[in-house]
């Protein structure tokens, strides 16, 4: 009788533990959010006028990246969204 009553108290602890498991790192996340802290990983900056001047030299988007010291994807990324912007730098 003790037995099985120690095995259900903790197994209602346990079950508690996991209910407030995916709590804390969700409170912890919202009140970053609300102090202003930016979550994840840092945004990389392309010069896209300068990657811009690059292909127009003939570079391919490799040496284009190699160039700039970011990933081809990050590249193409930058320019496909600054398509008809004329934003400096970011």
């Not at 009788?1 to 498991?21: N, T």
């Not at 912890?28 to 127009?56: E, F, H, N, S, W």
Request: charged letters at 35%; aromatic letters at 2%; a positive charge.
């Amino acid at each position: 009788p003790v037995r099985s009553l120690l095995i259900a108290i903790l197994g209602g602890v346990a079950a508690q533990e996991r209910a407030q498991f995916a709590e804390r790192p969700m409170g912890g996340i919202v009140r970053a959010r609300r102090m202003g802290i930016r979550l994840g990983r840092p945004k990389r900056r392309v010069d896209v006028p300068q990657a811009k001047r690059l292909r127009t030299k003939g570079l391919s988007f490799r040496e284009v990246a190699r160039e700039l010291d970011v990933p081809v994807s990050t590249l193409h990324r930058a320019l496909r969204s600054k398509k008809g912007s004329d934003e400096e730098g970011v």
